[in-house]
């Protein structure tokens, strides 16, 4: 009995598949593609991965200017878009299991996230104006890092009920216009 189960886990872990270069050719929509890294590719748009399931997804250190919710994977958990050039908005309509999710070091003015929340939330170094994401969840999160955003007012975080489910809210640059 040991001996079929453990022949079942490896069947489906070799399934997951880790791709480091991207060639959509490759790319089974049948596939469970556990992590897919187009980091330092010099993409100007965000690919659309919307047909596959894809769990982890590094865009990081490219030159992408807009996020497409879209566009975005099956299945994603874990998103990192830091180090790109996303400006203006970063909305999330849909809801999502998403435990880690970074946009660091972008020039993000407005982050929506209405109908969810993100276990580990990065959002520092950008050009926050406004975030929203509802003021209680079920899910308690663990941290929130919205450092370095000069323009993010505490009023505003204060005024809003800033979410309560998030146990770290690392802050340290906010200031408070009087």
Wanted: proline residues 3%; charged residues 20%; hydrophobic residues 35%.
């Amino acid at each position: 009995m040991k001996k079929v189960i453990l022949l079942m886990i490896l069947i489906q872990l070799s399934s997951c598949k880790t791709y480091t270069k991207f060639n959509s050719n490759e790319l089974s929509q049948s596939d469970i593609i556990y992590l897919l890294d187009l980091s330092n590719r010099n993409l100007k748009t965000q690919p659309d991965l919307s047909k596959f399931t894809i769990i982890e997804l590094n865009i990081s250190k490219n030159r992408i200017a807009t996020f497409d919710e879209n566009k975005l994977p099956k299945g994603i958990q874990k998103l990192n878009f830091s180090s790109n050039r996303i400006s203006k908005k970063v909305i999330f309509n849909e809801v999502r299991n998403l435990e880690s999710v970074n946009f660091s070091n972008n020039k993000i003015e407005s982050f929506f996230y209405p109908n969810g929340i993100v276990k580990n939330l990065n959002l520092s170094n950008n050009k926050l104006i406004t975030i929203q994401m509802p003021l209680y969840n079920d899910k308690r999160a663990d941290t929130l890092n919205i450092a370095n955003n000069p323009k993010l007012e505490t009023t505003e975080i204060n005024t809003i009920g800033f979410p309560r489910f998030y146990k770290t809210l690392i802050n340290y640059s906010i200031s408070t216009k009087n």
